[in-house]
């Protein structure tokens, strides 16, 4: 069983930033695609952020979009996810998901993902 730890949240000013990273348990994440997703109380997930095995496909959410970077650190075997501008509607808990799909070029914000992190909370509040 996979198990990712997700790391970099906090409190941050409105129009600030905040990096979150991604680290599993075992394996290497360029065998997974990796999204991101958050969710705020009586909201469902939304994912926001996703990129393939390989690091060349990323795809993200409207809300988000020029705002928020993902990419991979193969040198730390992490995954991270740079937010800038922050709003207060960052204000959820984030979870990294992954799926074993090594070398498809394809990734999706959808829930198609069988591995979660526990979350890690981000406050954007003045």
């Known amino acids: 069983q996979l198990q990712l730890v997700e790391s970099g949240g906090g409190l941050v000013q409105p129009g600030g930033s905040l990096r979150l990273s991604c680290a599993p348990s075992?394996?290497?994440?360029?065998?997974?695609?990796i999204a991101w997703f958050r969710q705020a109380p009586g909201k469902v997930r939304e994912g926001v952020a996703c990129?393939?095995?390989?690091?060349?496909?990323?795809n993200y959410a409207g809300t988000v979009k020029g705002r928020f970077t993902i990419s991979r650190d193969y040198a730390t075997n992490t995954v991270n996810l740079q937010m800038n501008s922050q709003t207060p509607e960052d204000t959820t808990v984030f979870y990294c998901n992954a799926k074993w799909n090594p070398g498809s070029p394809f990734c999706t914000i959808l829930p198609r993902y069988n591995y979660w992190g526990q979350g890690i909370r981000v406050t954007v509040s003045s």
């Open positions: 990129t393939d095995s390989s690091g060349g496909i990323r």
């Open positions: 075992k394996d290497t994440l360029n065998l997974y695609r």
